[in-house]
T-cell receptor, first 110, second 113 residues
Framework: DAGVTQSPTHLIKTRGQHVTLRCSPI?????VSWYQQVLGQGPQFIFQ???????GRGNFPDRFSARQFPNYSSELNVNALLLGDSALYLC?????????FGPGTRLTVT | AQSVTQPDIHITVSEGASLELRCNYS??????LFWYVQSPGQGLQLLLK??????LVQGIKGFEAEFKRSQSSFNLRKPSVHWSDAAEYFC???????????FGAGTTVTVRA
């Protein structure tokens, strides 16, 4: 079975630009979560979506937004990029309490 | 508030030696506890989890962890380390009605020949 997939793998953007990251969950999983992992730190929770509704939001500014589609895939959008947004963005899908992570998207903001 | 502390930033072990990684958590209700492993540039792989029941849980790759409620700990162990175990290890806490995981800062494991 395919695991969680994320695209793109790597991305380089300039300050002030906008970025969209994509995630496809494991088949049958209805919940998708997004995490930000800055180099040298543990992942920090950004959002969780369940059945296309936002279920929870972490302590991130409004520049961060997300949505979930009818096929349960998800997009994370970040506006007005800052240098500090450079990180590995991880998507996780879940059926219950266990979360399974994708390989991540490495975002570099210059 | 929920939080996880991993006291050891970096551990070096010899191949074949035993390994123990420490994890302390703070959680207001019954915790769900997880250990994940991350190889350089990769995502997180779930090693094992604890929800309830037997406090000693077995995971993949020969790892086990013990939940000690009185110490708010969930330490990870492996009896004999292989070179391929070199990676970063993260402990995380969540709950049955929780939508997020809170992670520790991670412990980097180096395996020397």
């Amino acid at each position: 079975d395919a695991g969680v997939t994320q695209s793109p793998t790597h991305l380089i953007k300039t300050r002030g630009q906008h970025v969209t990251l994509r995630c496809s969950p494991i088949s049958g999983h209805k919940s998708v979560s997004w995490y930000q992992q800055v180099l040298g730190q543990g992942p920090q929770f950004i959002f969780q979506y369940y059945e296309k509704e936002e279920r929870g939001r972490g302590n991130f500014p409004d520049r961060f937004s997300a949505r979930q589609f009818p096929n349960y895939s998800s997009e994370l959008n970040v506006n007005a990029l800052l240098l500090g947004d450079s990180a590995l963005y991880l998507c996780a899908s879940s059926l219950g309490a266990e979360q399974y992570f994708g390989p991540g998207t490495r975002l570099t903001v210059t | 508030a929920q939080s996880v502390t991993q006291p050891d930033i970096h551990i070096t072990v010899s191949e074949g030696a035993s390994l123990e990684l420490r994890c302390n958590y703070s959680y207001g209700a019954t915790p769900y506890l997880f250990w994940y492993v991350q190889s350089p540039g990769q995502g997180l792989q779930l090693l094992l989890k604890y929800f309830s029941g037997d406090t000693l849980v077995q995971g993949i790759k020969g790892f086990e962890a013990e939940f000690k409620r009185s110490q708010s700990s969930f330490n990870l162990r492996k009896p004999s380390v292989h070179w391929s175990d070199a990676a970063e290890y993260f402990c995380a806490v969540g709950g049955s009605n929780d939508y997020k995981l809170s992670f520790g800062a991670g412990t980097t494991v180096t395996v020397r020949a």
